[in-house]
């Protein structure tokens, strides 16, 4: 995560840099992971937007597993087995973990499972 952030520093100018971080002030976790996600994509939200997009985080039990051992660096048939599912029902539930969160990788699926796991939830 360290290098990610270190890559948009180098890409950012100093302006922006002061944008970004003035609007991150204050917020932790997951809202933090979506303010960035965002941001980096040029979709420039607001706090107000993110706690406004806070039922997006709401996952079943299994799909916040599922995020957590992605978040390890597990590949779906070593998810698969250790869950006992077949490879088939853990990319469907990361299609879900997808489509609730707005993510479009594997890469942003760890990134917030990180994330939340540093906050603590």
Do not use: C, P
């Amino acid at each position: 995560m360290e290098q990610a952030a270190a890559r948009a520093r180098t890409r950012l100018s100093a302006a922006a840099r002061e944008t970004a971080v003035a609007g991150a002030r204050g917020l932790r976790g997951e809202r933090l992971v979506a303010y960035a996600l965002g941001a980096g994509s040029g979709d420039h939200r607001t706090r107000r937007d993110v706690r406004a997009a806070d039922d997006r985080f709401r996952l079943t039990a299994r799909e916040s597993t599922v995020a957590e051992l992605v978040a390890e660096g597990l590949t779906n048939r070593q998810i698969a087995d250790r869950l006992g599912l077949s490879v088939h029902t853990v990319a469907t539930h990361l299609d879900k973990i997808r489509d609730k969160l707005g993510l479009r990788s594997r890469t942003q699926i760890a990134l917030w499972a990180a994330a939340r796991t540093e906050a603590g939830r």
